[in-house]
């Protein structure tokens, strides 16, 4: 790995980067100034690893935010509160928009002129994104808010607070912790909790299953090859990809939230979940309930409600709905495929939910099992195809790849026997019933500290059998 490269968990420098915070951790247990001081120098070398300049922009929002919930808690005036908290949003919104969106936002106006006849030239910005920002940005603007809205105390520690927005498990790509959820935390005095770290290594095992194993073993194998050359595909192939891609994504990104929290659980430390077997699913407002969790319930909590939910009227309600989605797909990039990706995933939330009203359906309303088991496959069905935005370079790429599936073109030949029994085992394993992999917890969980060593150790031999020399970055590194 190049120190261009953000540290991939799955990588020995993270294994010996942790190593090394988790003794230095434990061995300042008892002097909590000391060892907070050590998780945020730490953290920020292991971010520096990446881009050592970009960690100014970390620091600054962590200042940033740690003197404007001071200033909201201590100001007397609901003005002086609505301003500070303006200082915050538009402090870290700016910087997310300037590094993440003014290129292409700066080319939509070029373009759009354009058809006008006004022609001027095209701003931009030369400068790589920051990895993480719209997890930091997110990561700390809940913070602010919450103190606003009074249901959270500023931190006066300003350690604490650093330790909180830098803290290296969920730094670069997530899970969004909450202030509210996190900061209570460190005023416990570590305790080494056998359970829980038990927990944490079952954790740190099964994402690297999921990343090594499956989703670089797809990406390198089938999905990489099929939307680099998509001509060279048949249809099939082509729509066998798009399913390859669908739960090498999951494995991806669920596998690196897996590693974060149970690197965090060494520590002591819980962070969220972001996964509950997302492609078990009925329709679309399910799927983002328990697709990257902790994304959608920040947007719900911070921009659905405030802009009045469905407090407001139906026709009120479709329209924050909508937008709400759509800025859940504008979030995974500045590009016209995310805009149309967006577009795509907001309506569909607001037809389901028109059909959904319409029928007279609650919570409490049960489907027959076929009749579950069939929107299960329907709504798999547009989650997979919709990837295809996601995944895709570009739009025009996006269109080859759907012109190949209707191409008319039937052969397999590409597909071997060890991917047709990847995604078929992958998919089995995602549709057995939670309570299998909670017994599987348990019983790891209860067998002796040597023996679970015994088996992270196995379980890491042979995945290094298998590992590709090529490395492939983990997918939401880009947001």
Request: proline letters at 5%; one cysteine or more.
């Amino acid at each position: 790995m190049s120190a261009a490269d953000p540290v991939q968990f799955d990588s020995p420098d993270y294994a010996i980067f942790l190593g090394l915070a988790l003794v230095g951790y434990w061995l300042l247990r008892d002097r909590r100034p000391a060892r907070r001081v050590f998780i945020v120098l730490a953290s920020c070398a292991f971010y520096m690893a990446w881009r050592p300049y970009y960690i100014g922009l970390i620091l600054f929002s962590t200042l940033l935010d740690y003197v404007a919930g001071r200033q909201i808690e201590a100001a007397k005036s609901p003005k002086l509160k609505r301003f500070w908290l303006f200082v915050s949003l538009t402090g870290n919104l700016g910087l997310l928009g300037t590094f993440k969106y003014f290129n292409f936002f700066a080319e939509a106006l070029h373009d759009g002129l354009a058809l006008a006849h006004v022609n001027i030239p095209t701003a931009q910005l030369d400068v790589l994104l920051p990895v993480g920002i719209s997890f930091y940005t997110f990561q700390t603007l809940s913070y602010t808010i919450d103190i606003y809205r009074g249901q959270l105390k500023a931190r006066k520690s300003l350690l604490d607070f650093a330790f909180f927005v830098t803290y290296f498990p969920q730094l670069v790509a997530g899970p969004i912790v909450r202030a509210s959820e996190f900061l209570p935390q460190l005023k416990r005095r570590p305790r080494l909790n056998p359970e829980l770290v038990s927990r944490g290594l079952f954790l740190i095992g099964t994402g690297l299953v999921k990343k090594v194993a499956i989703a670089d073993y797809l990406s390198l194998n089938l999905v990489d090859r099929v939307f680099d050359n998509p001509s060279l595909f048949t249809g099939p192939e082509v729509i066998v990809a798009l399913y390859g891609f669908t739960m090498q994504m999951y494995c991806d990104f669920s596998g690196y939230t897996d590693m974060a929290r149970g690197s965090a659980m060494l520590m002591g430390l819980e962070l969220p979940e972001n996964f509950d077997r997302p492609y078990a699913t009925t329709n679309p407002a399910e799927f983002w309930r328990r697709w990257h969790m902790t994304l959608s319930s920040w947007l719900r909590d911070y921009l659905y409600f405030p802009l009045g939910g469905s407090r407001r009227g139906e026709g009120r309600a479709y329209l924050n709905l909508w937008l709400t989605m759509f800025l859940i797909g504008l979030w995974h990039g500045a590009s016209w495929t995310f805009v149309v990706y967006g577009t795509l995933q907001a309506t569909a939330m607001v037809v389901h939910r028109f059909f959904y009203k319409r029928a007279g359906r609650t919570a409490e309303t049960v489907d027959a099992r076929w009749l579950r088991g069939l929107k299960i496959f329907a709504c798999l069905q547009f989650v997979v195809f919709s990837r295809i935005l996601f995944r895709s370079k570009g739009l025009d790429n996006a269109w080859e790849v759907t012109a190949r599936i209707f191409s008319g073109t039937r052969s397999m030949a590409q597909i071997s026997w060890g991917l047709w029994l990847m995604l078929g085992t992958t998919f089995f394993v995602h549709y057995l019933p939670k309570r299998y992999f909670e017994h599987l917890e348990r019983t790891f969980i209860r067998i002796p500290p040597w023996t679970q060593g015994l088996a992270l150790a196995g379980v890491v031999y042979l995945l290094s059998l298998v590992a590709s020399s090529d490395a492939v970055p983990y997918i939401y590194f880009q947001f």
